[in-house]
């Protein structure tokens, strides 16, 4: 641990260094090299000393023989000497002097091998001299013819003298031999020591240089890995981290280089997501205000073509009928751009459900008949007889099909236009092909674009918004499917759409754009209930009880999903069945209850079992059995349901902030309270933006209109929602004025204002900090 | 003869649809909003109510689920009425209480059987 964190700084200083790349590599490998020539260095010291030690070795066993010729030299010389004087002949005895002579040069010239052995050696010349000396004297004695005398000083003097230099060189021998004995051990143990010095020297260096490769590596590899990670996550959308890279060299500076760019492709992202949030959001109100006089346009001209036809003016049918067409035209026109907008918003939802495919077939039947008949085309169905069902949206897969049959039918004439479905044993086709016009490759190419018939003109020779295409395309991968097509010019199309025979529910994700976190809606912040039900029309009947409590619902057909929905969508509370396959409602009690960020979660086991303490030991919050009364699951939700953060209430009656702190504080909501508007923003300044403020009109100080300005010129506050409470009778130019900045007016002393508040905080954001997280 | 109530905000199609109605002979009573929808639901006793479901005051998914809670309107049919044909709306509707749903605008045909549908049931006073 310790050691891994050591490294780990090493790295990171290494990586932290102010050199270049290129800079590092070198030093690294210079210091190796220095390591090697150290080493190297260190082994050639080791061999010269092993060779000195050696020829000393040489020298000393060199010496030792001399020694011994020394020794053996001195026997001989004194029996030679000794001989001699017994001999007593004249040429004997030169020769006798003349080796004893040789023998002191010899002597002289061990001088230069004896180092340690001087001092002894000084003493085998001083006996020498004097034994030289007394032969000499011995020798004029003999030649004086002083035999007798010669013999005395010959045994008395010469005799002592040669034993004592027998011995010395005796001495000289044995010393040398001792002092090579000890030098070999001493050359021996000093070759050990070295060896073990250079092997040790020679690990320590081999390690460093591991090491330090280790570190270059890793402080080089590191930011890399991070960097890599990094645009992995920029490229599924995230763009809120930063790559945090130690490194000051080429890397740091690439490192930097790719924080820039996510933090200019994070921002363009949001622009862009904000820009198609608004475009969105502009053409779904558009929409609706352009439907509104269409129904108009539509509906008097069907009144008057009726009146028409009733009172014979049958010259007008002719145009009114053009009027009314045209009407329907530009409303298929928005409709087909809306959910367009819809679609590419994220907000399409599927409402999967069991199809009966027999049923759905006879509905396509009944409207297309007449279609391909005004076209003078015959419509063959072909299907099996036995036809099961299919679990997917019911709506869009019959849209689908009747987009393709009804551009079949429109691009043919007096041909045929045929439905056939094929069913796999987990997907159903639907193929849908005519005898019409057909495409060129290139028409097909931008067939599915929107906006984008085969031709410009066609929009203008067979109607049609140009938008069908697209929008069925988008259904059937919404769906879990695909769609295909096969043309020929002159020689009609074949439309395929092929779907799962179960549209899993992990689809339901699919329409949601790039966008990694589900972004919250910009106006639905209704608290979320997530339904945990695997069989379909029970979940869909928990599903329509919650909504119609006011709830937006989420729902998991199994427990897996209901966990990856959890963490996705941070839902307010759940209602969790228990008998389901894989994972069941237990395991995915616990695997709630032990996640950090989803125990606070509130979980209502509904369940046809009758157990009750499991599911509260297991930390459920309430345990209702099926069949499921409504009203009590209703009321379970709604205690349970928890507000998600703090009430700024404005106002300067304390009887009107205790009522409503007394409404609030039930559903779970923080109250912060104020007493004009002056307080408000004191208020507002020394703590984190509320989820909603209730404001009084008339107070004394700032009030409540005057709030309603200054809020306004403070863009961190301005989009808090404000909801007016208010004993004031309002004028329409009043209601006015706080319709654009207020979410809701409420009338003090209204009937119901435990309902209407409760009604109120149900759709605010459950908190910022959920918010933001989101 | 029937007696149908239209709660619509727009002028022009309250007109319209109350016209058109009248025209097939049944008794048109109107509503601008769900609250005086409401009130209408309660004095005129309707056989049948078209009910927008964008409405000012009080929206159509709350007036009906105030009627169905009454007693005494619970037994009136309500065909909840959006403008756009998407599923979400229908479900709402449903949930909502309405016994049936159609989009605008309205093709009056397929709004009359649907009307015929539920005054000929059970339910109704003629």
């Known amino acids: 641990m310790i050691g891994r964190r050591l490294d780990k700084r090493v790295i990171e200083a290494v990586a932290h260094l102010p050199f270049r790349v290129q800079t590092k590599l070198l030093l690294a490998f210079l210091a190796i090299v220095a390591l090697l020539v150290v080493v190297g260095a260190a082994g050639l010291q080791v061999l010269t000393g092993v060779n000195e030690r050696t020829v000393e070795l040489i020298r000393s066993e060199r010496k030792i023989a001399a020694y011994r010729q020394v020794q053996h030299d001195t026997t001989s010389q004194l029996y030679r000497v000794t001989s001699a004087l017994l001999a007593n002949d004249n040429r004997s005895l030169d020769s006798a002097l003349r080796q004893l002579n040789q023998f002191g040069y010899d002597l002289e010239r061990l001088q230069f091998v004896a180092k340690d052995e001087g001092e002894l050696l000084g003493r085998v010349k001083q006996d020498y001299d004097r034994f030289v000396a007394v032969i000499n004297k011995v020798v004029e004695l003999i030649r004086g013819g002083n035999v007798a005398e010669a013999r005395e000083a010959q045994l008395k003097e010469a005799q002592p003298l040669a034993n004592s230099m027998e011995r010395l060189t005796n001495q000289l021998v044995n010393k040398a031999e001792a002092d090579m004995v000890a030098g070999i051990d001493a050359s021996e143990n000093a070759y050990r020591t070295a060896k073990l010095d250079v092997i040790l020297f020679a690990i320590g260096s081999i390690a460093f240089a591991l090491l330090l490769g280790r570190t270059i590596s890793w402080s080089l590899v590191g930011p890399i890995n991070e960097i890599d990670a990094r645009l992995s996550r920029i490229a599924e959308g995230d763009f809120t981290q930063r790559v945090a890279v130690p490194n000051r060299d080429e890397f740091g500076a690439l490192a930097a280089n790719v924080n820039r760019t996510c933090e200019q492709l994070g921002a363009l992202y949001q622009q862009l997501e904000a820009a198609s949030q608004h475009k969105s959001a502009f053409l779904a109100n558009m929409s609706h205000e352009l439907r509104t006089p269409l129904n108009a346009v539509i509906g008097y001209s069907e009144m008057l073509q009726e009146m028409a036809e009733d009172e014979g003016l049958d010259q007008f049918l002719p145009d009114l009928a053009k009027i009314r067409d045209a009407g329907r ?67 869009k897969l019959k849209q689908s099909l009747l987009n393709l049959l009804g551009n079949a039918s429109k691009f043919t004439q007096a041909g045929r236009v045929a439905l056939e479905l094929r069913a796999g044993d987990d997907e159903v086709s639907f193929i849908v092909s005519d005898t019409g016009i057909g495409m060129t490759e290139e028409q097909l190419g931008r067939l599915f674009q929107a906006f984008s018939q085969a031709d410009a003109s066609t929009t203008r020779r067979y109607g049609g918004t140009g938008l069908g295409l697209a929008i069925t395309k988008h259904f059937c991968e919404m769906l879990g499917g695909r769609i295909t097509v096969e043309s020929e010019s002159g020689a009609g199309s074949t439309f395929t759409i092929t779907l799962p025979t179960e549209s899993a529910p992990a689809m339901l994700e699919a329409p949601e754009p790039v966008a990694a976190t589900p972004r919250p809606a910009i106006d639905d912040h209704r608290a979320l209930v997530m339904v945990v039900d695997d069989d379909p029309p029970s979940r869909e009947l928990l599903a329509a009880i919650v909504r119609r409590e006011g709830y937006r619902v989420i729902e998991a057909s199994d427990g897996e999903a209901a966990l990856s929905l959890a963490r996705e969508h941070r839902a307010d509370i759940i209602t969790l069945d228990v008998l389901m396959p894989r994972l069941d409602g237990w395991a995915v009690l616990a695997a709630l209850k032990s996640d950090v960020g989803l125990r606070e979660i509130p979980v209502i086991i509904v369940t046809v079992l009758a157990d009750r303490g499991i599911a509260l030991s297991l930390g459920a919050t309430e345990f209702i059995t099926k069949p499921v009364d409504r009203a009590r699951l209703a009321a379970v939700i709604r205690e349970n349901v928890r507000g998600g ?90 209601r006015e004025l706080l319709a654009g900045r207020t979410r809701e007016i409420i009338e003090k002393g209204a009937d119901d204002l435990a309902g209407v508040l409760r009604r109120t905080v149900v759709r605010l954001p459950r908190s910022k900090s959920a918010l933001a997280a989101g | 003869m029937a007696k149908i109530l239209i709660v619509e905000d727009n002028e022009m199609n309250r007109d319209m649809l109350s016209r058109r109605l009248a025209r097939r002979g049944y008794a048109v009573v109107t509503a601008v909003d769900g609250e005086q929808g409401l009130v209408a639901a309660e004095t005129e006793r309707p056989d049948l109510i078209l009910m927008d479901m964008s409405l000012p005051v009080m929206d159509g998914w709350e007036a009906t689920r105030r009627l169905k809670a009454e007693s005494a309107t619970q037994t009136i049919p309500v065909i909840g009425l959006t403008a756009h044909a998407m599923t979400g709306d229908r479900d709402k509707a449903m949930a909502a209480g309405c016994d049936d749903y159609d989009t605008k605008p309205v093709e009056l045909p397929r709004l009359l059987e649907k009307i015929e549908a539920l005054l000929g049931g059970s339910g109704t006073s003629g």
């Not at chain 1, 530009?330 to 409402?351: R, T, V």
């Not at chain 1, 209109?705 to 004993?727: K, M, Y």
């Open chain 1, 329 to 395: 035209h530009l409303l298929n026109l928005i409709n087909d751009i809306l959910d367009l907008s819809k679609i590419e918003a994220g907000k399409m939802d599927l409402y999967l459900e069991e199809v009966d495919l027999k049923a759905l077939v006879e509905e396509v039947r009944s409207i297309v008949v007449p279609l391909a008949a005004s076209g003078g085309n015959r419509f063959d169905i072909v299907c099996p007889d036995q036809l099961g069902t299919l679990y997917t949206d019911r709506t």
């Open chain 1, 645 to 734: 953060g703090t009430v700024l209430v404005v106002d300067d009656d304390p009887e009107s902030r205790n009522l409503v702190r007394r409404h609030l504080d039930k559903l779970g909501w923080t109250i912060a309270e104020a007493t004009d508007g002056g307080d408000a923003f004191e208020w507002l300044a020394g703590n984190l933006p509320p989820a909603m403020i209730l404001l009084d009109l008339m107070m004394p100080g700032m009030d409540g209109f005057a709030f309603l300005h200054e809020i306004g010129n403070h863009p961190e506050w301005r989009d808090i929602p404000v909801v007016i409470l208010t004993a004031k009778q309002l004028g329409a130019a009043e």
